[in-house]
């Protein structure tokens, strides 16, 4: 077996778990157990403590486990995921950019199925070089993936994670989350949720890709509306159920519907992924307005092309959108 080592939180959260099954646990009895120094057990418990785990103190008597984490914390997301694809989780406190870290970590070998999370971002980037305000309540992270589909086909990829996105929310928290082009997550007119994709690409073959995916979970609408820049309204989750949601729920479904349409994708192509993308967006058959820069075209949204475009009536025309900011007309 090997060693183990009580400076690394997951280890350490296990002897306090067994230590204090049954009641109080003392500081001294845990750092002789664990053969750490007093304030060495101290730091561990206020760690926990910060990852979200309630640990109850009371003088004289020590430390007890009361309750978990709803955290994505990595030992207890890959413990509640049911995937393959997923192989390692790289979880940060705080980060510049959890995409950023992800794109330096993708050009390795094996870096397939790496996972980065963080619990606040303090760079975070949306589409179109815009800000992304991440803080902490959120769920802020980057998939690596070296896939094995066309390059063409490379654009689809945050048509699947917007999709899983969406499907995660209403399962996990039963809101009526739905799609606008391209790869927003809407509930009820307000975006809840946005994709990010960054890629490394020949010809031939896609060498990585990394998705970012940013979900404002637990976080108070107030305080990430500066990121309204596209005149697009803010919400959040927690302000949707008015409560809290459990993130490690969120990012688990999120990361299982992901690699289901993900292989649908691989295995069949893009139709059936862009069929249920259609079936759960409200936009097509509306009156939109599509701003490229200074430019605004305005047209009925019809349909979307093989490559994820937006076919656009405008007056006798149908035109391709490959990218910009719409407005829908409800
Ligand atoms: C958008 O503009 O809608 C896309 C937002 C993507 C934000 C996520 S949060 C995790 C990952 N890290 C980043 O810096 N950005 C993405």
Not at 61 to 67: K, N, P, S, T
Not at 86 to 98: A, G, M, P, Q
Not at 297 to 304: C, P, R, V
Request: glycine fraction near 10%.
């Amino acid at each position: 077996m090997p060693a183990q080592d009580y400076g690394k939180p997951d280890q350490f959260l296990s002897l306090l778990k067994a230590e204090s099954a049954s009641g109080y646990v003392s500081g001294q009895a845990l750092a002789k157990k664990a053969g750490i120094s007093r304030s060495a057990v101290w730091k561990q418990i206020r760690r926990l403590r910060r990852y979200g785990y309630t640990i109850e103190s009371l003088h004289g008597m020590g430390y007890r486990l009361a309750g978990e984490t709803d955290s994505p914390v990595p030992w207890e997301l890959a413990k509640a995921l049911n995937t393959s694809f997923v192989k390692n989780i790289v979880y940060r406190e705080t980060v510049d950019s959890t995409q950023n870290l992800a794109m330096s970590i993708a050009s390795k070998p094996d870096s397939h199925g790496t996972i980065v999370i963080a619990e606040q971002q303090k760079s975070g980037r949306g589409r179109m070089k815009r800000k992304w305000l991440s803080p902490k309540g959120g769920l802020w992270l980057s998939v690596v993936l070296k896939p094995s589909i066309p390059t063409a086909q490379v654009t689809l990829l945050p048509f699947v994670a917007a999709l899983a996105v969406c499907e995660a929310i209403r399962e996990g928290t039963k809101l009526d989350a739905g799609l606008k082009w391209p790869n927003d997550i809407m509930i009820s007119g307000k975006k809840v949720a946005g994709i990010l994709l960054d890629i490394s690409a020949e010809a031939e073959q896609v060498n990585y890709a990394v998705i970012g995916i940013g979900l404002n979970a637990n976080v108070d609408s107030s305080a990430i509306a500066s990121r309204l820049d596209a005149g697009i309204m803010i919400t959040s989750i927690k302000d949707e159920l008015g409560h809290e949601t459990s993130r490690l729920v969120l990012a688990r479904l999120l990361l299982e519907k992901l690699e289901h349409y993900y292989l649908e994708l691989e295995r069949q192509g893009p139709s059936g992924i862009l069929q249920k993308w259609k079936q759960r967006s409200d936009m097509l058959g509306k009156q939109v307005s599509v701003t490229q820069g200074s430019k605004t075209i305005q047209g009925i949204a019809t349909g979307l092309n093989d490559d994820g475009s937006l076919l656009l009536k405008a007056g006798d025309k149908e035109i391709s959108i490959v990218s910009g900011d719409i407005k829908v007309r409800y």
